[in-house]
């Protein structure tokens, strides 16, 4: 029985000042209706800079809008310049961490290793971390895009036991789809989604069966309802097209 509740996350990336980010949240949420939020859980994901005024927004306008944050150290607290810690997140009611994002993996050097401290941190501060795997053009002409996904996960989980395994969401992201316009095949998304599900059974047992996984990777309006028919995925991670709050609601909309 599938009891999974739609999840998507619409990643900001490095756009939107504080100001814009209040803009597009209030615009979404004119867009959305009660029955798309009964039915899809919806988070926004901006930078770092706009987290305050969103959460602001979203309390006083009690939006039932959830707010993400696209990274986070490992340690609580310390000599880290330039880094943002758990605490500090949930304290601003974040509750999805994206992890291990390819941007994150590819242009700021971050291994499994890393990944795996980011991903308890969030869980021991009771936020749900959206753990990120994909292959890259190469990895996928080679054919190793099962073994990069399945080492991605099971090394990304690493040490992390079943109850808290089941807060946490996968997202499919190939690298090769990512703000390119070029979205996977919707049937090997879900085919990849269906081998993570099988690794996390392999590890975790049942609980599997709870955790939501997403595809990401030029989603749109227009494909989205192809990757939502598949059975082992349950929402998306968007990019580009979360930016335009009236674009960014007809992709949680995509099952009216
Ligand atoms: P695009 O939707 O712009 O391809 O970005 C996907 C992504 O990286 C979301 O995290």
Known sequence: ?????????????????????????????????????ERVEVV????????????LVIETDHLPIRLGAQNVHWEDQGAFTGEVSAPMLAKLAVTHVIVGHSERRTLFAETDTIVNRKLKAVIRHGMRPILCVGETLEEREVGS????????????????????????????????????????????????????????????????????????????PGNIKGFMAKRHIDGALVGGASLDPDTFAAVVRYWV
């Open 145 to 220: 895009t099962e073994e990069v996904v399945v080492r991605m996960v099971r090394d990304g989980l690493a040490g992390i036991p079943p109850e808290a395994v089941a807060a946490t969401a996968i997202a499919y992201e190939p690298v090769w789809a990512i703000g390119t316009g070029h979205h996977a095949d919707p049937d090997d998304a879900g085919a990849v989604a269906e081998l993570i599900r099988g690794t996390i059974r392999a590890r975790v047992g049942e609980v599997a069966d709870q955790i939501r996984i997403l595809y990401g990777g030029s989603v749109n």
């Open 1 to 37: 029985m599938d009891e999974r509740r739609d999840l998507i996350v619409g990643n900001w990336k490095m756009h939107a000042t504080h100001l814009e980010a209040i803009q597009k949240i209030q615009k979404l949420s004119y867009r959305l209706r009660p029955e798309d939020f």
């Open 44 to 55: 926004v994901a901006p930078p770092f800079t706009a987290l305050r005024a969103a959460q």
